[in-house]
């Protein structure tokens, strides 16, 4: 069984920056597509970004795109979530999973998601 612990948020300005890590136990994950998600209270699960199993191709959702990069460290098994330009529309529970279906965005096609991680962003 794999588990996934979010780390790294916390309540910074507008303009600043955090750096997210999702820590995975149990089994490596570095044959899986890794993702992030978050969530805002009333609101459905919104993609964030996603990384394929070699590293080599990232995804990213259109409001985050030129300010938020993933990486993946293999021999750490934990993926991380650079996020730069930070803005008050930011502000969520950050999720990380694994992915099941090659190329999806859909977090129906995740699974494993960790407790979350919370982002607050001030103006």
């Known amino acids: 069984q794999v588990q996934l612990v979010e780390s790294g948020g916390g309540l910074v300005q507008a303009g600043g920056s955090l750096r997210l890590a999702c820590a995975a136990s149990?089994?490596?994950?570095?044959?899986?597509?890794m993702g992030w998600f978050r969530r805002t209270r009333g609101k459905e699960r919104e993609f964030v970004a996603a990384?394929?199993?070699?590293?080599?191709?990232?995804n990213y959702g259109n409001s985050v795109k030129g300010r938020f990069t993933i990486s993946r460290d293999n021999a750490k098994n934990t993926v991380y979530l650079q996020m730069n330009s930070l803005k008050p529309e930011d502000t969520a529970v950050y999720y990380c999973?694994?992915?099941?279906?090659?190329?999806?965005?859909?977090?129906?096609?995740?699974?494993?998601w960790g407790q979350g991680t919370q982002v607050t962003v001030s103006s």
């Open positions: 999973a694994i992915g099941l279906i090659f190329g999806s965005t859909s977090p129906t096609d995740f699974r494993s």
């Open positions: 149990g089994r490596t994950v570095s044959n899986y597509a």
């Open positions: 990384i394929i199993r070699g590293g080599d191709s990232k």
